[in-house]
């Protein structure tokens, strides 16, 4: 496995980025190679401080954000469940941290699916043990099951599946999460300082492979990240989306 690259590895040591969220960075940079193309970013916020900014490699030729609220200043204005763009029209669909706010989630997935043309790629993360965000939009929780499911039923052949973080990912995400919002600033960095190195550490021995062969440990994740494709001939999605 590969390792965590700074200034990735420093999230861990920062208590306003959850053990989830560095995780989920540094496995989006391993896959980077394949975001390619006319990207469609569900859900994404442009310049996000805490954005999943390193898939944005030399391949990508056109980012579009896609979200439903205006204020995010996305390029598309839409709900995802009914997207305003041509079938088979973008090489990647980037849809992370989003199914969870949405009341549909089967049928956002059959959009994503629409628009994605034959050989592209869909990049999917969806959590399972995690804090409620964004209230009152926050309304669902996946486990692996419902995520090859609905894979596989929007006709999207799934690549990889990978837990993000075991049972001490869980445990020291919700420590961590705990001590960023004490509000006593001295005591909040001193408890800190104390808990961060062991966190960091477990958290560490799960990504070297400790605990994957334990069906106890593996039980909990605090969510899942999804690599599918769509199932044809690879071309150029490009032309049929300008054609619109």
Request: contains cysteine.
């Amino acid at each position: 496995m590969s390792r965590i690259r700074w200034p990735l590895a420093a999230d861990y040591l920062r208590l306003s980025v959850t053990y989830r969220r560095a995780l989920l960075h540094a496995w989006l940079n391993k896959w980077q190679n394949q975001v390619r193309g006319t990207v469609l970013d569900v859900g994404g916020i442009r310049d996000n401080p805490v954005g999943f900014d390193t898939l944005a490699g030399s391949s990508v030729h056109r980012w579009i954000y896609l979200n439903i609220l205006l204020a995010h200043a996305p390029d598309i204005v839409a709900d995802a469940a009914h997207m305003p763009l041509a079938e088979e029209g973008i090489d990647t669909v980037v849809c992370l941290e989003t199914l969870e706010h949405v009341s549909d989630p089967p049928q956002v997935m059959r959009e994503l699916s629409r628009v994605l043309h034959p050989g592209g790629v869909l990049l999917l993360s969806v959590p399972f043990l995690y804090r409620i965000h964004s209230a009152p939009d926050d309304f669902l929780r996946f486990t692996e099951y419902q995520v090859q499911r609905m894979i596989k039923d929007t006709g999207l052949e799934l690549l990889h599946l990978e837990r993000v973080g075991l049972l001490f990912t869980v445990l020291c995400d919700m420590i961590k999460q705990a001590i960023s919002e004490i509000r006593i600033t001295p005591m909040r960095w001193l408890i800190g300082f104390l808990f961060l190195p062991l966190a960091t550490l477990l958290v560490g021995l799960e990504r070297l492979g400790m605990g994957r062969q334990s069906s106890v440990l593996t039980r909990y994740t605090t969510g899942y990240l999804a690599l599918a494709t769509k199932a044809g001939k690879p071309e150029n999605a490009a032309s049929k989306l300008d054609a619109e």
